[in-house]
């Protein structure tokens, strides 16, 4: 046998319950590993189960019957006096070939228990052991040939026989199973999480026979007390043979894997929802899961990181996203969900002043532009006064607004602020104009045609005087009246929208409702009765250059793309180098 297979060590099956390995990953009797074989497309019943057992072909990890006289289960982790494999009652069953008595498939009286890993070697066995065949082939036969039946069915048993002659001493994939049972403890909940966190409790089970107690264990001592050399000595390992077994297991589940191209997606969905999974998804969960166990194991021997499972085999020419990324979960998740174009992050933060600037905004982009902000990834932001802009303290009056705006285009995000003029809102602007970024010492923070500060207000720069006029008339309901000149009046003084909302309230007896203000605005500026068109108006111009900047804001998907992107001038213009002094 080649000096790169693993063989199977004497008596594996006993040496993996006497290391009580069985706690994280559970062994599975007979008819819960034949649901659980069903369930990841391997369609096989109890019957053929024990007879492939029989002819040697394969086998449980270890077998119990029942004792002839009255005792307690087989606890494990194996307690002193109740050793059932000293006592008789259990015995290993994964030597090759085997010699144990194999019952029938039916007798209740003992009962077998096997590892998920033996999924791995149990296709194979299937896949030889069964046949396939297109039965139309037969029924369109133009020469009326009659089919020779007894020579198809001797050369199809002939094959039968070679396989099971090949099958019977076969150990390789046979030992992968036992190895990876082996090292469950220390590294299976390694496997059982969605890289950011894993669960680490230990299973209970009970049946007829055994009784397996989990609740005592401690995954954390089982970490501190592990010695990789010990298993190493037990199978025999060098790193060629377990660098081949890994290899051999990771080609396995990518290859039955329909999801192998979406890996770097699945690997972050929680894992219960990934045992949601069916048929071959499901099989490559369990065999990827031992696949990293050993390639763990392999670095805790050797020192030695290998590829990733699903990179195995394959000439990764560029990472993505680059391998140092992925030392940052949180990050690496990010570029990936860039690629599958996942993130939910906005593409464009858009900033106004209250919420009757944003009633109007969505009403325009919904009605207008026929959109829904979500799908071009837009939030809007409302400041509730552009006090809360521009700050009240002189000494930094500006520096929480530009700060936000530096985070954001930091990671991607464009800002864009649309202002009344009032306070100090020019005065922000100017120092956008000159504020460096604190993230990015190649640009400044934003770019000062990402800030519109309206001449007046809102109200006033995109709508007529006379349309202003109609709609709080419209509002008041026969109340108060409002004229053209009144509402001139407002614009002319120092605070036009304050002016506006002081001559409501004093006529009309409540406060305005600028909301409602604005929506009926919008609605009476949508219906195509007003002079003014509405690609004219001073909004929808600015909503153009919104919608245009978020859809040409495409996240990157690696580390490189994010540097290539701040280092251009969408985001603020470039700084200048400093002169060396």
């Known amino acids: 046998m080649p000096d790169n297979l693993l063989t199977i060590p004497a008596h594996a099956g006993q040496a993996i319950v006497q290391a009580s390995a069985v706690i994280a990953c559970p062994l599975l009797g007979t008819d819960r ?17 024990i007879r ?17 006289e009255d005792v307690p289960p087989f606890y494990i982790p194996v307690r002193n006096g109740n050793n059932w494999f000293a006592k008789g009652w259990a015995w290993d ?71 099971l002659e090949s099958l019977r001493v076969h150990e390789f994939r046979r030992s992968i199973a036992l190895l990876c049972q082996h090292i469950s403890n220390r590294y299976f909940p390694k496997t059982q999480g969605d890289q950011r966190t894993i669960s680490v409790g230990g299973s209970s089970y009970s049946d007829y026979w055994i009784i397996v107690r989990g609740s005592d264990w401690d995954w954390n001592e089982e970490v501190r007390k592990w010695n990789p050399q010990v298993v190493e000595y037990l199978f025999g390992l060098t790193p060629e043979k377990l660098r081949h077994a890994y290899v051999t297991l990771a080609l396995e589940q990518s290859s039955c894997d329909p999801l192998d191209n979406w890996y770097q ?12 999974l069916k048929g071959d998804a499901l099989r490559a969960e369990t065999l990827r899961a031992g696949a990293h166990m050993l390639r763990l194991l392999h670095k805790d021997l ?21 391998l140092e990324v992925r030392q940052d979960t949180r990050r690496y998740l990010e570029f990936v969900a860039n690629r599958y174009g996942l993130n939910p992050q906005p593409k464009l933060s858009l900033f106004v002043e209250g919420e009757s600037e944003e009633a109007a905004i969505l009403k325009i982009l919904n009605e207008y532009f026929g959109i829904q902000i979500g799908a071009y990834g837009i939030e809007i932001i409302t400041l509730h006064g552009v006090g809360t802009a521009t700050g009240t303290k002189k000494e930094d009056r500006f520096r929480a607004i530009l700060r936000l705006v530096d985070y954001l285009h930091h990671h991607q995000t464009f800002t864009f602020l649309v202002l009344d003029n009032e306070n100090f809102a020019h005065k922000l602007k100017d120092e956008a104009r000159k504020a460096k970024s604190k993230l990015s010492k190649q640009r400044y923070v934003t770019r000062p045609e990402y800030i519109r500060i309206w001449s007046d207000s809102f109200e006033f720069d995109n709508f007529s005087c006379g349309e202003i006029a109609m709609t709080l008339n419209e509002l008041a309901q026969g109340r108060a009246s409002f004229s053209s000149a009144d509402v001139m009046a407002c614009k002319s003084s120092k605070n036009p929208g304050a002016s506006l909302t002081r001559l409501y309230q004093q006529r009309a007896n409540y406060d305005l409702p600028k909301v409602e203000l604005n929506e009926i605005l919008v609605k009476h500026m949508l219906s195509g009765q007003t002079k003014r068109k509405i690609e004219n108006r001073p909004i929808v111009q600015v909503l153009e250059r919104v919608l245009r900047l978020a859809a040409r804001n495409p996240f990157p998907t690696m580390h490189e793309h994010w540097e290539l992107n701040q280092a251009s001038k969408y985001f603020g213009k470039k700084q200048k180098p400093t002169k060396p002094t």
């Not at 997606?265 to 949601?276: A, D, H, M, N, P």
């Open 52 to 68: 492939l057992e029989r002819l040697g072909l394969f086998a449980p990890i270890f077998r119990v019957r029942e004792p002839q």
């Open 33 to 49: 590993f034949v649901t659980f074989c069903n369930e990841r497309g391997l369609s096989i019943d109890r019957e053929r189960l």
């Open 302 to 322: 050797y020192g030695e990181e290998l590829p990733h499972p699903n990179e195995v085999g394959r000439t990764v020419i560029i990472h993505m996203p680059e």
């Open 93 to 163: 069953t994964t030597g090759v070939p085997s010699t144990s008595e194999v019952p029938e498939h039916n007798d209740r009286t003992q009962e077998g228990y096997y590892s998920i890993f033996q999924l791995d070697y149990l296709h194979i066995v299937l896949s030889e052991m069964t046949i396939r065949t297109q039965l139309d082939s037969y029924l369109d036969r133009a020469d009326n040939v009659n089919t020779d039946w007894q020579k198809d069915g001797e050369f199809w048993m002939q094959h039968a026989q070679s396989c």
């Open 265 to 276: 997606l699945t690997q972050f969905v929680s894992i219960q929802e990934r045992k949601r």
